[in-house]
């Protein structure tokens, strides 16, 4: 299993925008698929965005197009999750994980979430009205 970081988050203001960087240290992450998630205090842990391990596939939970891109910079060996115009409701934990990749990135990320020992560290988005 791939022990990934998030990081990034921190206490911004509504509109705000946040890039959050997901990192393994001594992995290749081009070898895996990536997903991100999200749990916001209360709630399930939701799924945000995944991207396929040569970014040239992605696929965002329907509520989360528009703001939140997600992408790859396999030379860097880091992945990002991008939200722009931030929301008091963004406020949550983000998450990342990786899973080896495969022919169908939904179904991957479909893995992910249901493995939650998958996801490592998460980084705390606190967004201010």
């Known amino acids: ?17 946040l890039r959050l960087s997901c990192e393994a240290s001594g992995r290749t992450l081009s070898n895996y698929d990536m997903g991100w998630a999200r749990q916001a205090p209360g709630k399930e842990r939701e799924f945000v965005a995944g991207i396929s391990w040569s970014g040239t ?13 997600i992408s790859r910079d396999n030379a860097k ?13 963004d406020t949550a934990v983000y998450y990342c994980a990786a899973t080896q990749k495969s022919l169908n990135l939904v179904a991957s990320m479909w893995g ?6 998958a996801w490592g560290q998460g980084t705390q988005v606190t967004v201010s009205s």
């Open 57 to 69: 596939n992605t696929y965002y939970k329907e509520s989360m197009k528009g703001r939140f891109t």
């Open 1 to 17: 299993q791939v022990q990934v970081v998030a990081s990034g988050g921190g206490l911004v203001q509504a509109g705000d925008s």
């Open 77 to 89: 060996n880091t992945v990002y999750l991008e939200i722009n115009t931030l929301r008091p409701e």
């Open 112 to 117: 992910l979430m249901k493995n939650f020992r």
